[in-house]
T-cell receptor, first 111, second 114 residues
Framework: AQKVTQAQTEISVVEKEDVTLDCVYE???????LFWYKQPPSGELVFLIR??????QNEISGRYSWNFQKSTSSFNFTITASQVVDSAVYFC????????FGSGTQLTVLP | DTEVTQTPKHLVMGMTNKKSLKCEQH?????MYWYKQKAKKPPELMFV???????INESVPSRFSPECPNSSLLNLHLHALQPEDSALYLC?????????????FGSGTQLSVL
Protein backbone atom coordinates (compact mmCIF):
# COMPACT_ATOMS: atom_id res chain seq x y z
CA ALA A 1 0.00 0.00 0.00
CA GLN A 2 1.17 3.53 -0.71
CA LYS A 3 1.27 5.05 2.72
CA VAL A 4 0.93 8.57 4.07
CA THR A 5 2.88 9.10 7.28
CA GLN A 6 2.24 11.79 9.85
CA ALA A 7 4.83 11.03 12.48
CA GLN A 8 3.57 13.63 14.97
CA THR A 9 0.64 12.11 16.84
CA GLU A 10 0.04 15.10 19.10
CA ILE A 11 1.42 18.62 19.22
CA SER A 12 0.73 21.24 21.86
CA VAL A 13 1.64 24.91 21.42
CA VAL A 14 0.83 28.16 23.10
CA GLU A 15 -1.23 30.69 21.20
CA LYS A 16 0.74 32.87 18.75
CA GLU A 17 3.45 30.26 18.30
CA ASP A 18 4.17 28.92 14.81
CA VAL A 19 3.70 25.20 14.30
CA THR A 20 4.60 22.84 11.45
CA LEU A 21 2.79 19.58 10.79
CA ASP A 22 4.82 17.01 8.88
CA CYS A 23 3.59 14.71 6.12
CA VAL A 24 5.57 12.16 4.15
CA TYR A 25 3.99 10.04 1.44
CA GLU A 26 4.80 7.03 -0.70
CA UNK A 27 3.74 6.79 -4.30
CA UNK A 28 4.41 4.83 -7.45
CA UNK A 29 2.17 7.14 -9.49
CA UNK A 30 3.47 9.85 -11.77
CA UNK A 31 0.31 11.87 -11.34
CA UNK A 32 -1.17 12.20 -7.90
CA UNK A 33 -2.76 14.76 -5.63
CA LEU A 34 -2.02 15.75 -2.06
CA PHE A 35 -4.52 17.20 0.37
CA TRP A 36 -4.76 18.57 3.88
CA TYR A 37 -8.01 18.32 5.84
CA LYS A 38 -8.89 19.71 9.26
CA GLN A 39 -11.23 17.81 11.60
CA PRO A 40 -12.49 19.92 14.51
CA PRO A 41 -14.35 18.27 17.42
CA SER A 42 -17.63 18.64 15.48
CA GLY A 43 -16.43 15.79 13.25
CA GLU A 44 -16.66 17.30 9.80
CA LEU A 45 -13.53 17.07 7.67
CA VAL A 46 -12.81 20.51 6.25
CA PHE A 47 -10.80 20.78 3.05
CA LEU A 48 -7.74 23.06 3.35
CA ILE A 49 -5.62 22.56 0.25
CA ARG A 50 -4.98 20.39 -2.80
CA UNK A 51 -1.70 20.18 -4.75
CA UNK A 52 -0.95 18.13 -7.83
CA UNK A 53 2.31 16.29 -8.32
CA UNK A 54 3.48 18.64 -11.07
CA UNK A 55 3.14 21.81 -9.04
CA UNK A 56 5.83 22.20 -6.40
CA GLN A 57 5.18 25.86 -5.73
CA ASN A 58 4.67 26.59 -2.09
CA GLU A 59 1.38 28.15 -1.18
CA ILE A 60 0.30 30.65 1.43
CA SER A 61 -3.25 31.35 2.49
CA GLY A 62 -3.48 33.78 5.37
CA ARG A 63 -1.80 32.18 8.38
CA TYR A 64 -1.50 28.83 6.58
CA SER A 65 1.35 27.80 4.32
CA TRP A 66 2.34 24.56 2.65
CA ASN A 67 5.76 23.30 1.56
CA PHE A 68 5.68 20.58 -1.11
CA GLN A 69 9.01 18.89 -1.83
CA LYS A 70 8.86 16.05 -4.32
CA SER A 71 12.52 15.16 -3.75
CA THR A 72 11.74 14.17 -0.16
CA SER A 73 8.09 13.14 -0.77
CA SER A 74 6.96 15.63 1.82
CA PHE A 75 4.03 18.02 2.03
CA ASN A 76 4.35 19.96 5.28
CA PHE A 77 1.83 22.42 6.68
CA THR A 78 2.71 25.45 8.78
CA ILE A 79 0.34 27.56 10.85
CA THR A 80 1.77 30.97 11.71
CA ALA A 81 0.67 32.77 14.88
CA SER A 82 -1.54 29.87 15.97
CA GLN A 83 -4.93 30.50 17.58
CA VAL A 84 -7.08 28.44 19.93
CA VAL A 85 -9.55 27.87 17.06
CA ASP A 86 -6.81 26.02 15.18
CA SER A 87 -7.11 23.17 17.69
CA ALA A 88 -8.19 20.12 15.69
CA VAL A 89 -6.95 16.92 14.12
CA TYR A 90 -5.18 17.57 10.83
CA PHE A 91 -5.01 14.88 8.16
CA CYS A 92 -2.67 14.76 5.22
CA UNK A 93 -3.95 12.64 2.35
CA UNK A 94 -2.83 11.40 -1.03
CA UNK A 95 -4.97 10.49 -4.00
CA UNK A 96 -3.77 8.44 -6.93
CA UNK A 97 -6.98 6.45 -7.06
CA UNK A 98 -8.98 6.85 -3.90
CA UNK A 99 -8.10 9.13 -1.01
CA UNK A 100 -5.60 7.64 1.46
CA PHE A 101 -5.27 9.46 4.77
CA GLY A 102 -2.35 9.69 7.11
CA SER A 103 -2.97 8.84 10.76
CA GLY A 104 -3.55 12.49 11.67
CA THR A 105 -1.93 14.98 14.04
CA GLN A 106 -3.89 16.28 17.02
CA LEU A 107 -2.99 19.95 17.41
CA THR A 108 -3.85 21.68 20.67
CA VAL A 109 -3.35 25.43 20.90
CA LEU A 110 -3.37 26.65 24.48
CA PRO A 111 -4.45 30.18 25.40
CA ASP B 1 -24.74 25.52 -0.90
CA THR B 2 -21.58 23.52 -0.20
CA GLU B 3 -22.99 21.26 2.47
CA VAL B 4 -23.24 17.55 2.93
CA THR B 5 -25.94 16.80 5.48
CA GLN B 6 -26.02 13.60 7.49
CA THR B 7 -28.78 12.29 9.73
CA PRO B 8 -29.01 11.29 12.46
CA LYS B 9 -26.05 12.87 14.25
CA HIS B 10 -26.06 10.17 16.91
CA LEU B 11 -27.47 6.64 16.84
CA VAL B 12 -27.55 3.91 19.46
CA MET B 13 -28.68 0.50 18.33
CA GLY B 14 -28.76 -3.06 19.55
CA MET B 15 -27.20 -5.92 17.66
CA THR B 16 -30.57 -7.13 16.38
CA ASN B 17 -31.83 -3.75 15.19
CA LYS B 18 -32.14 -2.47 11.64
CA LYS B 19 -31.40 1.19 11.09
CA SER B 20 -30.37 3.51 8.25
CA LEU B 21 -27.97 6.41 7.96
CA LYS B 22 -28.85 9.16 5.51
CA CYS B 23 -26.72 11.59 3.54
CA GLU B 24 -27.81 14.40 1.25
CA GLN B 25 -26.01 16.92 -0.96
CA HIS B 26 -27.32 19.53 -3.38
CA UNK B 27 -24.08 20.53 -5.06
CA UNK B 28 -24.82 18.51 -8.20
CA UNK B 29 -22.05 16.07 -7.33
CA UNK B 30 -22.20 12.66 -9.01
CA UNK B 31 -19.81 10.76 -6.74
CA MET B 32 -20.69 9.92 -3.15
CA TYR B 33 -18.72 8.06 -0.52
CA TRP B 34 -19.11 6.32 2.83
CA TYR B 35 -16.19 6.33 5.26
CA LYS B 36 -15.85 4.72 8.69
CA GLN B 37 -13.72 6.40 11.34
CA LYS B 38 -12.79 4.79 14.65
CA ALA B 39 -11.67 7.00 17.51
CA LYS B 40 -8.21 8.50 17.03
CA LYS B 41 -7.87 6.86 13.61
CA PRO B 42 -8.13 8.20 10.05
CA PRO B 43 -11.24 7.68 7.95
CA GLU B 44 -11.37 4.40 6.04
CA LEU B 45 -13.18 4.11 2.73
CA MET B 46 -16.17 1.75 2.67
CA PHE B 47 -18.12 2.43 -0.52
CA VAL B 48 -18.07 4.71 -3.56
CA UNK B 49 -21.03 5.49 -5.79
CA UNK B 50 -20.43 7.08 -9.16
CA UNK B 51 -23.45 8.26 -11.14
CA UNK B 52 -25.71 6.30 -8.78
CA UNK B 53 -23.87 3.04 -9.41
CA UNK B 54 -21.75 1.28 -6.81
CA UNK B 55 -18.20 1.47 -8.13
CA ILE B 56 -16.12 0.50 -5.09
CA ASN B 57 -16.86 -1.80 -2.17
CA GLU B 58 -13.81 -2.10 0.08
CA SER B 59 -14.64 -5.64 1.25
CA VAL B 60 -17.21 -4.34 3.70
CA PRO B 61 -19.28 -6.98 5.56
CA SER B 62 -22.77 -7.54 4.20
CA ARG B 63 -24.35 -6.22 7.41
CA PHE B 64 -23.63 -2.81 5.84
CA SER B 65 -25.76 -2.22 2.75
CA PRO B 66 -25.40 1.02 0.78
CA GLU B 67 -28.06 2.52 -1.44
CA CYS B 68 -28.07 5.51 -3.77
CA PRO B 69 -31.72 6.27 -4.63
CA ASN B 70 -30.81 9.36 -6.68
CA SER B 71 -27.89 11.68 -7.34
CA SER B 72 -28.51 13.71 -4.17
CA LEU B 73 -29.08 10.94 -1.65
CA LEU B 74 -26.97 8.19 -0.16
CA ASN B 75 -28.13 5.73 2.47
CA LEU B 76 -26.34 3.16 4.54
CA HIS B 77 -28.58 0.38 5.84
CA LEU B 78 -27.41 -1.36 8.98
CA HIS B 79 -28.48 -4.80 10.17
CA ALA B 80 -27.15 -7.18 12.83
CA LEU B 81 -24.17 -4.99 13.65
CA GLN B 82 -21.47 -5.89 16.14
CA PRO B 83 -20.12 -3.71 18.97
CA GLU B 84 -16.88 -3.27 17.00
CA ASP B 85 -18.88 -1.46 14.32
CA SER B 86 -19.28 1.47 16.71
CA ALA B 87 -17.63 4.42 14.97
CA LEU B 88 -18.19 7.75 13.26
CA TYR B 89 -19.67 7.20 9.80
CA LEU B 90 -18.82 9.98 7.37
CA CYS B 91 -20.46 10.69 4.05
CA UNK B 92 -18.66 12.67 1.36
CA UNK B 93 -19.30 13.84 -2.17
CA UNK B 94 -17.23 15.07 -5.08
CA UNK B 95 -17.94 16.35 -8.55
CA UNK B 96 -17.66 13.14 -10.57
CA UNK B 97 -15.19 10.84 -8.82
CA UNK B 98 -12.02 12.02 -10.54
CA UNK B 99 -8.64 11.65 -8.87
CA UNK B 100 -8.04 15.40 -8.67
CA UNK B 101 -11.32 16.20 -6.95
CA UNK B 102 -11.60 17.37 -3.39
CA UNK B 103 -14.15 15.64 -1.24
CA UNK B 104 -16.77 17.51 0.73
CA PHE B 105 -17.57 15.78 4.00
CA GLY B 106 -20.58 15.78 6.27
CA SER B 107 -20.33 15.97 10.07
CA GLY B 108 -20.96 12.28 10.40
CA THR B 109 -23.20 9.95 12.37
CA GLN B 110 -21.74 8.74 15.66
CA LEU B 111 -22.94 5.14 15.93
CA SER B 112 -22.90 3.07 19.09
CA VAL B 113 -23.76 -0.62 18.91
CA LEU B 114 -24.71 -2.19 22.24
Amino acid sequence: AQKVTQAQTEISVVEKEDVTLDCVYETRDTTYYLFWYKQPPSGELVFLIRRNSFDEQNEISGRYSWNFQKSTSSFNFTITASQVVDSAVYFCARRGGQLTFGSGTQLTVLP
Amino acid sequence: DTEVTQTPKHLVMGMTNKKSLKCEQHMGHRAMYWYKQKAKKPPELMFVYSYEKLSINESVPSRFSPECPNSSLLNLHLHALQPEDSALYLCASSQAGGTNEKLFFGSGTQLSVL
